[in-house]
């Protein structure tokens, strides 16, 4: 939700394609895994380790995802907490523990279904900040639509294929490949993933939602992409205004701190949370 729209300002939009795997990947999920979970009486993922090699298997899964999912969550939590900070007078530490602590609270209360319902909501917010922060900028912009597209086409900013060999840059063979091992791992392994396919009523159920999930996906880095390139033809019109900007993977909270009005900078920052929050 922030590291997308800042890519896409810095640079152009060749991480588009991080999400397409997850398309690749859907059938193998849906006609492989699927089944197999299906017919899990529990909800542990790791359990079914256990079941097929022995304790030692699942006390490695187990705790391999507990020790990653610390630092993905440092990294989820920190994310907004920076958005947060800077919007408002806040301390940063006290911007973590809120969004940490508020997570927590309602998880452990509403357990699966306060997290699904949660999620459901959060993703409203998010979608819907997202599309409020494009419509912005392209209200503000002399020309609108037209001079989103001219402006970012002169600058290569939806550039989504790069050809080069290089392995140390954003080429589609490293964004494919790579974004292939990385999606894999969660919707085959992880738990957070797994046991949201066990609270579906049935296989259908859950062959739609990872569909679903998947097209969604996608939409999303789309949307997001064209945040961060609205955002880029804005400051070309309008560059005395970047100055303050820390580094450019800050630009989505400084755009909202600095140029949208308060109640629609109040819904970004309520998406952004959402974001955190689901994740």
Request: glycine share 6%; proline share 4%.
């Amino acid at each position: 939700y922030m590291s997308i729209p800042a890519k896409a300002y810095s640079e152009n939009w060749v991480i588009f394609f991080v999400n397409l795997p997850i398309l690749l990947l859907a059938p193998l999920v849906i006609f492989v895994l699927l089944p197999v979970f299906n017919r899990l009486t529990s909800a542990s993922a790791y359990e079914y380790l256990e079941t097929r090699f022995g304790l030692a298997a699942r006390l490695y899964g187990a705790t391999a995802f507990v020790l990653f999912q610390v630092g993905r969550m440092a990294l989820v939590i920190y994310m907004p907490a920076l958005a947060l900070a800077a919007v408002t007078d806040f301390n940063l530490i006290a911007c973590i523990f809120l969004i940490g602590a508020l997570s927590a609270i309602y998880s452990a209360l509403g357990g699966i279904e306060g997290v699904i319902w949660t999620d459901f909501a959060q993703t409203v917010f998010l979608l819907g900040a997202a599309f409020m922060s494009l419509f912005l900028v392209l209200y503000r912009l002399d020309g609108g639509f037209e001079t989103f597209v001219s402006v970012a086409s002169a600058n290569d900013k939806f550039r989504m294929i790069n050809w080069s060999g290089d392995h140390t840059t954003n080429a589609l063979w490293v964004v494919l490949i790579g974004s292939m091992f990385t999606q894999l791992i969660p919707y085959i392994s992880d738990q957070s993933i797994i046991q949201r396919y066990q609270t579906t009523t049935d296989l259908p159920a859950a062959r739609r939602a990872m569909w679903i999930n998947a097209f969604l996906n996608t939409g999303n880095t789309l949307v997001f992409l064209s945040v961060g390139t609205a955002i880029f033809v804005y400051y070309q019109f309008n560059a005395e205004r970047l100055a303050g900007l820390p580094r450019n993977d800050a630009i989505l909270p400084f755009f909202i701190a600095r140029e949208m009005p308060p109640g629609v900078a109040g819904i970004v920052i309520a998406g952004i949370f959402a974001a955190a929050q689901s994740a």
